[in-house]
């Protein structure tokens, strides 16, 4: 290669590697706005500017009237939504990669629907059952709870597969060449190795259900969901602890994925070395 | 017998009563797993659209607490198209503006992260889905100061002229259709990543020992072998962004208010449940059309 083509070829390699770390750094540009404003006095009217340094956020988090109570209606929702999405989008992954039944494109085309479907006209629909069954007047935490468990299982369906498709089945015969059960291959086998994803699973479900607020506000009635808050402070005056519990969420769930992806891995390594 | 009957005859024995009986629980256990989920769905997800139709059917002249007649008004359909037309083209634009750019910007990352990463793959796509860890709204929030008129951003674009000096970014289609690209990107480099990822790298090589340069390597194999997670990249961008109102709201003036604001006041403040719906289903029925001549052409038919 002559002098002039090699550091060309080296900067045509690390292009592309170049423009997809700007790319990186450009989706982490409103977080570091997020966690900046975390700081912020909040005395500033004008949450535009950044006008002074200050703990007080983070001192006081629940300082704003029915913040940590739309928290907690979140978390609440979140928790019991994952739990029911995980349960039934693991048993319907399981039933789509292992057995056999009838239906089954049908099926997948039931799942992949509420992916494709824009919020709005989720929500929109779920409303109109609701009012035209009679439950109008009782909308609220179990309404919202419903449409968190609908739009979550397709998801946990999809990460559960994934992962379940690419369980090598020689490891679960090897278990029953050994004597073991079905029942025994299930939970010392297959279950474990299948964890992660039903965790990855789980943890999506719950950003996604915390995360909402296109269905849940159409399908909310009085109670108040954390991004239902944000949206209502967004119309009047913002208060920065709105941005504390923004990088807070940001942080936990940086921490568990780093966590999940780099925990076990090191348990592998010790295990093989 | 020949060897071969004696052979087939050794590997699979009749199967005895239990074993009948076994399998017999097996076939049934699909069934038993897949029907609460289908069955969840089907409740609350297949029913209502058929409740969706039925109340776009409703005489708008009710309200949800006095209830709502129904009097089969196709009418609501035409009024809703007449009067929201302009919204409705709106979101398809701005949806279309932004899968473009997710995939201007999604393609050269998810490439990145699927050939150069090396090591740091799992790494950098931790570092792809994180941001989206933070609320939806709070991070559209952010654009509002980051877009504002007295920002960095402002500033630097009007010291190099791009700008007039009475130029503003927040409150202008720009920063809704900026919003939207940002808010929707993972939706565009996972899939693309996952198709990229699958990609044999032999292909590659062998285009390169056939004398192609990088980049016909790339326009010859690479893209077209990615083709699948561009397509579904694309659906999962536009679908979600053109139904969208959360960035219209917080990012732009009412004239630039898409057909999800319209459906969300319709719901809201105006209390006209039939109208919203009957939006509801024109914007899923235009999308359907749209999604469905678009994956004809592209030609490719397993998403999932």
């Not at chain 1, 939970?187 to 964890?195: I, S």
């Not at chain 2, 017999?24 to 209502?48: D, E, K, S």
């Not at chain 2, 709204?137 to 920002?151: E, F, P, Y």
């Not at chain 2, 732009?252 to 719901?267: A, C, E, K, L, T």
């Amino acid at each position: 290669m002559s002098a002039i083509t090699r550091p060309r070829r080296w900067l045509s390699d690390k292009l592309i590697l170049l423009i997809g770390l700007l790319v990186l750094a450009y989706t982490f540009v409103p977080i570091a706005v997020v966690v900046l404003m975390s700081f912020n006095n909040p005395a500033a009217r004008l949450t535009y500017q950044f006008d002074g340094f200050t703990l007080h956020n983070w001192a006081n988090p629940c300082e704003p009237e029915g913040m940590c109570s739309a928290l907690k209606v979140s978390i609440e929702i979140g928790l019991l939504a994952t739990l029911g999405a995980t349960i039934l989008g693991t048993l319907m992954a399981f039933a789509l990669v292992r057995h056999r039944f009838a239906g089954r494109s049908t099926t997948n085309l039931v799942i992949f629907l509420p992916m494709a479907t824009p919020e709005i006209v989720m929500g929109s629909s779920l409303l109109a059952l609701f009012v035209g069954t009679g439950f109008s007047g009782d909308l609220g935490f179990w309404t919202i709870l419903i449409a968190h468990i609908m739009f979550c299982l397709s998801f946990v369906v999809v990460t559960v597969k994934a992962r379940l498709t690419g369980l090598d089945s020689r490891l679960e015969q090897a278990a029953m060449d050994l004597y073991a059960n079905e029942w025994q291959t299930f939970w010392r086998v297959t279950f474990p190795l299948v964890f992660p994803g039903i965790l990855g699973a789980a943890l999506l479900a719950f950003s996604l259900s915390f995360d909402d607020f296109i269905v849940t506000n159409l399908n909310a009635g009085n109670e108040v969901t954390f991004p239902m808050f944000v949206w209502g402070s967004a119309q009047r005056e913002i208060p920065m602890q709105i941005n504390v519990v923004g990088t807070s969420m940001f942080l936990i769930a940086v921490l568990i994925v780093l966590a999940a992806t780099f925990g076990p891995r090191r348990r592998g390594a010790r295990a093989a070395g | 017998m020949s060897t071969l009957q004696v052979a087939e005859e050794l590997e699979e024995p009749e199967p005895t009563e239990l074993e009948d009986e076994r399998k017999r629980g097996r076939r049934y256990t699909g069934y038993v797993l897949i029907i609460p989920g289908l069955l969840w769905l089907a409740v609350f997800f297949l029913i209502p659209f058929y409740s969706l139709v039925a109340t776009s059917l409703y005489d708008p002249a009710g309200t949800v607490f006095s209830g709502y007649e129904m009097t089969w008004e196709w009418s609501n359909y035409t009024t809703a198209i007449t009067e929201n037309w302009q919204p409705l083209v709106r979101s398809f634009v701005f949806g279309g503006l932004a899968t473009i750019f997710c995939l201007l910007l999604g393609y050269p990352l998810a490439y990145a992260i699927a050939f150069k990463a090396g090591r740091w793959k799992n790494l950098m796509l931790v570092l792809v889905i994180a941001p989206f860890f933070t609320s939806f709204l709070i991070r559209t929030i952010s654009w509002q100061l980051i877009l504002a008129d007295n920002g960095f951003v402002v500033d630097t674009l009007q010291t190099l002229h791009i700008l007039g000096p009475d130029g503003r970014l927040l409150n202008t289609p720009i920063a809704v259709v900026t919003g939207l690209t940002y808010n929707f990107l993972p939706f565009m480099v996972l899939p693309l990543y996952a198709s990229l990822e699958r990609i044999d790298h032999r292909l590659i090589e062998a285009a390169g020992d056939l004398y192609a340069s990088p980049i016909r390597g790339f326009a010859k194999v690479t893209l077209p072998l990615s083709m699948p997670g561009v397509v579904a990249g694309t659906l999962l961008t536009f679908i979600p962004a053109a139904g969208d109102f959360i960035n219209a709201e917080l990012l732009g003036r009412p004239s630039d208010s898409m057909i999800g604001n319209v459906i969300q006041q319709y719901f809201g403040g105006g209390n006209n449940y039939p109208d919203a719906a009957a939006l509801s289903i024109v914007l899923m029925a235009l999308i359907l059309v749209m999604v469905i001549f678009y994956v004809r052409r592209a030609g490719t038919e397993d998403l999932v």
